[in-house]
């Protein structure tokens, strides 16, 4: 049986399909929102959903959105959201933890798999004030009420007394693989030990069982999920659509945000260095400067921080304006970071939605070329970002005199950004 659903609209359409809103109903929830590149069309497909932290789209035109306070549902293109979805895990929903991130199985058409990624409470007697990022894979029954054949992949060890800091995106690679984030768990100086799990990113197969070609296998000082050590804070991860290179996207602490370009079994350097300081503006402890030999940097970071979340690459060619940039929301600056890339370096950013108050936790491109954000708040929403509308510049006029000034050979009129190391 189908989920109940609290949208008057969606049962409606369950009986007379489809049903699109009415023309008021639309109105009142699109709006355009001015950019450098011409107007967006900004829609509200859903609110209510409380601290949505990850998005999925289904192959029905549905999505997945899970709600950090441990509920998973299903969200409507016409707004219709589910009751929650029965069979997901128990979460550790406390702080900055609970139900993070979602992710279809690459042969989801034919296993129906949905992954999660969560903040699980210790399980032994007495640790149920600890907590450790974790995987669960089900799969979703055919009417999507429920996760059935639930099981737990992946536990990141050892589990500690906190509540910040889980990561956790998940991402899968063109051979199936699982990426995941792990978060340094507010205890900075883990992300450097080779033994835990926190401040890594964990490369797994679907039943959590270690790829032979992960770079530390058969070394037995290290743990062998890891692919990647010294991140602090990831919420942003993703695949280039073109390259294949997986990126990620990481809260520094009072500035220091970082999007690094990751590389098999490299060091990303936290917290031995880092372009921040800490919150009592005095420097990382653990940190020797901003850069060091075999330490990587990042592409691009940011100083003030903008709170680094969702990371989404926009090569759909319905917007020959966008393609090529990547996307990045900003849960600080209440925005959404346009980047465009010269190759793997950011040369321009524009921040987007700056003035609708909107902490962004999420970011994806649909398959319609339309941007999706997830908005965290306790009345969170989900958002459609449709490309700009792009008028067509009036042919210039002769100029005789004065001469024109020189052309700066750009296309865009965007903030340029100074080289970042
Ligand atoms: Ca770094």
Redesign the pocket.
Same mark, same amino acid.
């Given at each position: 049986m189908r989920p109940a659903l609290t949208s008057l609209a969606f049962a409606i359409a369950m009986v007379v399909p489809p049903l699109l809103p009415s023309p008021s109903q639309a109105q009142a929830n699109t709006q355009q929102v001015a950019s450098q590149l011409g107007s967006l069309r900004v829609t509200t497909i859903a609110t209510g959903l409380q601290n949505p932290w990850g998005l999925a789209f289904l192959p029905d035109g549905n999505f997945l959105v899970t709600e950090r306070p441990g509920r998973l549902r299903i969200v409507t293109p016409q707004g219709g959201v589910s009751t929650p979805i029965t069979g997901v895990p128990a979460v550790f929903a406390r702080g900055q933890g609970g139900l993070l991130d979602v992710a279809l199985d690459p042969q989801f058409a034919s296993n129906r798999r949905v992954y999660l990624s969560f903040a699980e409470a210790g399980l032994t007697p007495g640790t149920s004030n600890t907590a450790g990022t974790a995987v669960f894979r089900g799969r979703l029954s055919d009417d999507g009420s429920a996760l059935t054949e639930g099981t737990v992949i992946f536990r990141a060890t050892p589990k500690l007394s906190t509540e910040g800091h889980f990561g956790s995106r998940l991402a899968f690679d063109s051979q199936g693989l699982l990426y995941v984030t792990s978060g340094d768990n507010f205890r900075s100086a883990t992300a450097q030990l080779q033994n835990q799990h926190q401040g890594k990113i964990l490369r797994i197969r679907t039943d959590g069982t270690v790829p032979a070609d992960n770079p530390f296998v058969g070394n037995s000082a290290w743990i062998p999920e890891i692919w990647s050590t $010294?991140?602090?804070s990831p919420q942003g991860m993703a695949f280039h659509p073109i390259t294949g290179q997986l990126w990620m996207t /990481?809260h520094g602490p009072k500035g220091g945000d /970082?999007i690094?370009r990751v590389g098999r079994g490299l060091n990303? $350097?936290?917290p031995t260095?880092?372009w921040g300081i800490g919150y009592d503006d005095r420097p990382v402890p653990e940190a020797i400067g901003t850069s060091a030999p075999g330490? !990587? !940097?990042?592409q691009h970071y940011w100083t003030p921080s903008i709170g680094t979340s969702g990371l989404a690459f926009y090569q759909n060619r319905r917007s020959a304006e966008w393609i090529g940039s990547v996307f990045v929301g900003g849960l600080v600056t209440r925005g959404l970071h346009r980047l465009r890339m010269d190759a793997d370096r950011v040369v321009a950013q524009e921040t987007l939605l700056s003035g609708l108050n909107w902490r962004i936790r999420d970011v994806r491109v649909g398959s319609d070329g339309a941007l999706y954000l997830l908005v965290d708040d306790t009345n969170g929403r989900l958002v459609r970002v449709e490309p700009p509308n792009v008028v067509p510049r009036a042919k210039p006029r002769p100029v005789v005199s004065p001469p024109p000034p020189a052309s700066t050979g750009k296309r865009l009129r965007e903030r340029s950004v100074a080289t970042s190391p």
């Open positions: $010294g991140h602090r /990481e /970082e690094n990303y $350097g936290w260095i880092t330490l !990587q !940097q990042p």
